[in-house]
């Protein structure tokens, strides 16, 4: 089931994300949790889903991780890294990814997303860092 609200929070910041069709399934503080369904116009040669579809998930998912988790006052986030390792395709379903914050800090939140596939496979791992604004 999806986070109507969080989904439409989203799209409204993050006009790529609705492209995409990014959903958001639950968000909290300690974990965010959102899809992404496979479909044939993101995937690159064999089916496979494009990495950096995969990339544009964990990094929204997990900024939205980060923007749950700023300080009082501050604007917002910004990604200034980010490191995915990448364990295997995806060409169906949809891919997940679940995002926790390592760091909270008052210039820098850390997260680290694990993207799974739908029978709850690791797909990749994401570590960001986002700088706070």
Request: aromatic content about 4%.
């Given at each position: 089931?999806?986070?109507?609200?969080?989904?439409?929070?989203?799209?409204?910041?993050?006009?790529?994300?609705?492209?995409?069709?990014?959903?958001?399934?639950?968000?909290?503080?300690a974990?965010?949790?959102?899809?992404?369904?496979?479909?044939e116009?993101?995937?690159t040669?064999g089916?496979?889903?494009?990495?950096g579809?995969i990339?544009?998930?964990?990094?929204?998912?997990?900024?939205?991780?980060?923007?749950?988790?700023?300080?009082?006052?501050?604007g917002?986030?910004?990604?200034?890294?980010?490191?995915t390792n990448?364990?295997r395709?995806i060409?169906?379903?949809?891919?997940?990814?679940?995002?926790?914050?390592?760091?909270?800090?008052?210039?820098i939140?850390?997260?680290?997303?694990?993207?799974?596939?739908?029978?709850?496979?690791?797909?990749?791992?994401?570590?960001?860092?986002?700088?706070?604004?």
């Open positions: 089931m999806t986070d109507a609200a969080a989904t439409a929070s989203l799209h409204a910041l993050v006009p790529f994300a609705r492209h995409l069709g990014i959903e958001v399934l639950a968000a909290t503080p974990r965010v949790t959102g899809r992404l369904a496979w479909r116009e993101l995937c040669a089916g496979a889903l494009n990495g579809v990339m544009a998930l964990a990094d929204n998912i997990g900024a939205l991780c980060a923007f749950l988790n700023l300080p009082a006052g501050a917002g986030t910004t990604t200034i890294e980010s490191k990448f364990l395709a060409r169906s379903g949809h891919t997940i990814s679940v995002a926790r914050p390592l760091h909270v800090g008052k210039r939140i850390v997260v680290e997303s694990d993207v799974l596939d739908d029978e709850e496979r690791l797909v990749g791992r994401v570590t960001q860092s986002q700088a706070v604004l």
